[in-house]
Structure formats: C-alpha cells, structure tokens
C-alpha cells in the first residue's frame, strides 16, 4: 500500500503502540510558531532532529518561493544518512502543536520524494506525552537501510529520485496550474485573514484573485489534535473544496498550506499545493492580486443552464 | 396553484428580481452571457430548490410528537465533465443531527419517495445523496 492511500495521520496512543516498528523524525519549523520556552523538555527516544528549512526546503532562487522544493535526492541522502529508507515507517512529530503544519510540510515532501509509509503524529509531541510515550535523548542514528528499488548503498553518495507517485492529480502547483484552479477549481489561501485581505496602500499583498480564505489553524482544534473528519469534512464543504474539481492550496512558503493538503488526504480529497506560494507570487508583477475580503466568482463559471 | 411568481429585468443588465406573494429573489445571469454573476444563477435555484425541499424533509420526518426537530445542513454541488452535453449530477452532502446511518438512509429514502421535484427531475438530473449522520439513534 503506497503512502497516498494508507492514512497519513497517526494518533498518539497507536505511535506509542507501535513504536518499536517507526521511526520518528521531529520536524522543527522555519520559524518560531509559539512564543516562551519549550514546554515539553526532550524529545521522543531516538527520534531524527529535521527541520523543514535544511531538511524539506531547497535553496531559494530568483524566481522560487522562500522555501521550494528540495531535489528529491537531497531528501533521500539527508534521511539516508540517518539510516531511514524509503521503505522505513515514518512518524513525524512537531515540538509544539502550533507547529503541526511543519510536520505536515515533511510528510508532503516525503511522499513526493517517494518515500512510501509517512505519518504525521496527530498533536505531536504534547499528545505523545499525554499517551504516556517517555521522552529522552534524541538524535540516534539507525545502521543504514536497505533501500528497495534504489541502487544507492551509501549515506554520502548522491542517490537518483525515485519514481515520484503518480496519484491521478497535479500535487505540485506552478502559477499556470493556481490561475487555471482559481478559475475553475478551488484554490485556498491558508494564512491569516488580514494578510489573506491584504493593505490598501501596497499593491502586492492581497491573495490571488478567486481564491478563497481557509485560515489552516482553524483546522485544529484547542487540544492540538486535527479536528474529526466530519468537521474538517464541513470546513472543506464550506469552501467549496470537496468533489471532482481541482483544488489547490498556498501560504506564504508552502508549510501552512501543507496542512490543507494533509488534511485533503484524510478526506480523500486531493489538494495540490503551490510550494512557491505567496512569496513568489508577490514578486511577479505579471501576476494578479486581489485584496480585500468579499469572495469573487470567476467569470469563467458557468451558472447559466444554457 | 401552488405556486405564482413574477419575473422581471432590472436596471442592472443580466440581472433580474422574481418576487412572490411576500417575497423577492434576486437572480444574475452568468459573466459569460453578460450577467453581473453575483448573485444566485439559474442553476443555482434550481439546486437550491431541491435543497430546501431536503433540508424540510430532513428537519421533521419521523420526528416523534414532542421530540425537538433535527439540525440539518446540506452541502450541494452539480460536477459535471467539461465535455458533457447535459446538466450533470447533484451531489448532495447532508449533515444531520441526532440520527444514526440507519435513520439517515431512511430519511433519504422517503425524501426520495415523496419529493415531487426530485421526482420530476431525477432524469435529467441524477442526484447522489451522501448522508453524514452525527448523532446517537433517536
């Protein structure tokens, strides 16, 4: 079963269960998502120290987003060289639960990647913690791992990609595929509502003409945990983001918005995500902008019966 | 009769008002045929049509004499292909409180029975029910 169709999400008391079977990789975020100091003192035993910067971002270019995609051998040596393989079970996990969408960002790049059983640890390391699951040292490094369908052996070698998944949808978005979705798909913008409104008096902030407002943090509920499926399930229906059109998501750089694609995934919807996102788009002033916070309807929608 | 309306154009090109006794809709012919696409296009009332009738049906069948009626809400969507020469197929996402599967597939099917609408239309306009039940059994 490839990553795509099993769930991409693991409850704390199931990682716990099954722990001796994972590896566990903790994500931090590019940013600081939560302000005083770690409320939670180590990490889960063993667990691999990433961070969606150095480990599931690639070097910013001209034209790019702040956080673009890493190559896809880059992912596979950084984790290579901590043992894990493609075929290893993967649980990601955050510090804090503000910061899920970190974990969220790894678990895209990872299945893009080809890497083939990812799980984001629902609540991360505080849901851990409340299931009992001990904290220690991180940082331990597994002996190599075979790699099945890959002829790399070596940690300091290069590895080629593997094939990427092919899942029936775009999953990477370019401007192309966002204007083309704004106008007939769904396109979210998951950042918040004032940067989503953008100021009268600067021309390139606002949001990308049609796409509608889905702040990702709603998605969580006050414990940390993603919100049941039924909820999410109605939160994606309000923004016409469930059924057979396309849809797609952006932020700022891709992590925020990977929440909305994670979440897709437990819904069985796919959510393509424009890793460039906000940052690239405001750069380029051939692009459109909107502001303000009224939802437009394309006009390339077809509302008439005729 | 059972139902009377009036329709008219405005002042506003493509968009028109079709009042009934105590009422008033505002309607908007699409962008693409020179309409200000705002407000609800005539597909839209169609589906919200069979909407209401659903959300009507949902709120109070098999609601015991003294029971409190149902919270409903319902999620509905045509998805049609690009090349399709037809109306398409309405997807209809019902959210309903305080039932079971059971009682919500019971619900569908006597919506199905007794709506005239739906049954005037499912010919043309196949509509696939996915009920969501959020409650314990009544």
Redesign the interface.
């Known amino acids: 079963m490839t990553a795509a169709r099993s769930s991409p999400l693991v409850d704390a008391r199931t990682a716990y269960a099954r722990r001796a079977h994972s590896v566990f990789i903790e994500v931090a975020p590019w940013r600081v998502m939560a302000p005083g100091p770690d409320p939670i003192q180590g990490s889960v035993p063993g667990a691999i120290r990433t961070s969606v910067r150095s480990d599931f971002a690639g070097r910013p270019t001209a034209t790019s987003g702040h956080l673009p995609l890493p190559e896809p051998g880059a992912v596979h040596a950084a984790l290579l060289a901590h043992g894990v393989g493609p075929a290893d079970d993967l649980v990601l996990y955050t510090r804090r639960i503000e910061e899920l969408s970190s974990a969220a960002r790894a678990w895209f790049v990872l299945t893009w990647a080809g890497f083939r059983s990812v799980r984001v640890l629902d609540g991360g390391l505080p849901a851990w913690t409340r299931a009992g699951g001990p904290t220690g040292r991180a940082g331990r490094t597994r002996p190599a791992a075979p790699l099945q369908g890959c002829s790399v052996r070596s940690p300091t070698s290069s590895p080629p990609p593997l094939p990427l998944p092919a899942d029936g949808g775009r999953r990477v978005l370019d401007a192309a595929d966002v204007l083309e979705i704004a106008d007939y798909g769904t396109l979210l913008d998951s950042r918040p509502r004032g940067v989503y409104d953008g100021a009268p008096d600067d021309p390139r902030t606002g949001h990308v003409p049609h796409a509608v407002h889905a702040h990702a943090v709603e998605l969580l509920a006050p414990d940390g945990l993603l919100r049941s499926p039924t909820e999410m399930r109605k939160w994606f229906l309000h923004r016409r983001a469930i059924g057979s059109h396309e849809v797609g998501a952006y932020c700022g750089g891709g992590v925020s918005s990977a929440l909305l694609v994670l979440a897709g995934a437990l819904l069985g919807q796919q959510v393509g995500l424009f890793v460039d996102s906000w940052s690239a788009w405001a750069r380029d002033e051939s692009l459109p902008v909107e502001r303000g916070a009224a939802l437009t309807r394309s006009a390339a929608v077809d509302t008439d019966c005729a | 009769m059972v139902s009377n309306l009036h329709g008219r154009t405005t002042e506003v090109r493509g968009r028109y008002a079709i009042a009934g006794p105590g009422f008033e809709i505002v309607s908007?012919?699409?962008?693409?045929?020179g309409g200000p696409?705002?407000e609800?296009?005539?597909?839209?009332l169609?589906v919200a049509s069979l909407v209401s009738c659903a959300l009507n049906a949902f709120r109070h069948d098999f609601v015991q004499g003294g029971q409190p009626e149902r919270q409903v809400?319902i999620?509905a969507?045509i998805?049609r292909r690009i090349e399709g020469d037809y109306?398409g197929t309405l997807?209809m996402?019902c959210?309903i409180d305080g039932v079971d599967h059971v009682t919500a597939d019971e619900l569908v099917a006597e919506y199905k029975k007794r709506c005239r609408i739906y049954n005037a239309l499912k010919e043309s306009l196949p509509v696939v029910f996915v009920p969501?039940a959020?409650g314990s059994p009544e």
């Open positions: 908007d012919g699409s962008v693409r045929s696409g705002e609800a296009g005539s597909l839209d169609l809400e999620f969507r998805e109306l997807i996402e959210f969501h959020s």
